[in-house]
């Protein structure tokens, strides 16, 4: 494993932070300062701030539900909630952000990679919503589900009208406000936007605002 990694998941930061870490002498490698890129073995003695790390960490993982009016941040800002107002657990890093006004489920984990590889845009996971629109399509109007919005290309995989003011939207991208863009885009204005599904994992029956612990093979 390498160094970076290994302070990363003990401390619940990034891998750069832990780069900077190591960049300014902070990390001892049995004894001796720590190199930028070294691998460690599962017999060496890291420490940093003289708290000697874990090789094998346990893991926590997460569904949540969130609900509408809360931000996905750690941070404040303004006066908006954040979803660890919420829930506390802000040790937790958060997979798949959802804006303010949106809901559903998220996935929560002290796991950085194991979100990476969910939520990256390069493994093209699929994330199911169920959307709402105030008023239905025009009439005789064909939905666009791939548009070039300022230039940036938006895409929906699968669409599926359910009724006149209710669609089931498949993304396998992750851009920012993707959905609402693109229905912005076909003149409906959206009402309730909630995620339902990531990857394997479903939203269920979780009341909103809780959070469901959940097992991780492999």
Not at 44 to 56: A, P, R, S, W
Not at 163 to 190: M, Q
Request: hydrophobic share 35%; charged share 30%.
């Amino acid at each position: 494993m390498r160094l970076n990694k290994l302070i990363a998941q003990n401390l619940d930061i990034s891998r750069r932070k832990a780069d900077n870490l190591i960049s300014s002498g902070e990390v001892l490698v049995n004894q001796k300062t720590g190199i930028l890129g070294m691998d460690i073995k599962s017999y060496d003695i890291v420490e940093v701030y003289g708290q000697t790390l874990k090789h094998n960490k346990i893991h926590e993982y997460y569904l949540f539900n969130k609900p509408k009016g809360y931000i996905c941040s750690h941070e404040k800002q303004g006066n908006s909630p954040t979803i660890f107002d919420l829930i506390g657990m802000d040790h937790l890093k958060f997979g798949g952000r959802l804006d303010k006004e949106s809901e559903g489920l998220m996935l929560l984990s002290t796991d950085g990679d194991w979100l990476n590889s969910i939520f990256h845009s390069r493994n093209k996971v699929e994330k199911k919503y169920i959307v709402k629109v105030k008023t239905p399509l025009s009439k005789g109007k064909k939905f666009k589900r791939n548009i070039n919005h300022n230039g940036d290309i938006l895409r929906i995989k699968n669409l599926k009208i359910i009724n006149k003011y209710t669609f089931e939207v498949t993304l396998n991208t992750g851009k920012n406000h993707e959905i609402r863009r693109i229905f912005r885009f076909n003149g409906l204005d959206i009402i309730e936007l909630k995620r339902v599904k990531v990857g394997k994992y479903k939203l269920n029956n979780i009341e909103k605002g809780n959070v469901v612990k959940i097992e991780i093979n492999g």
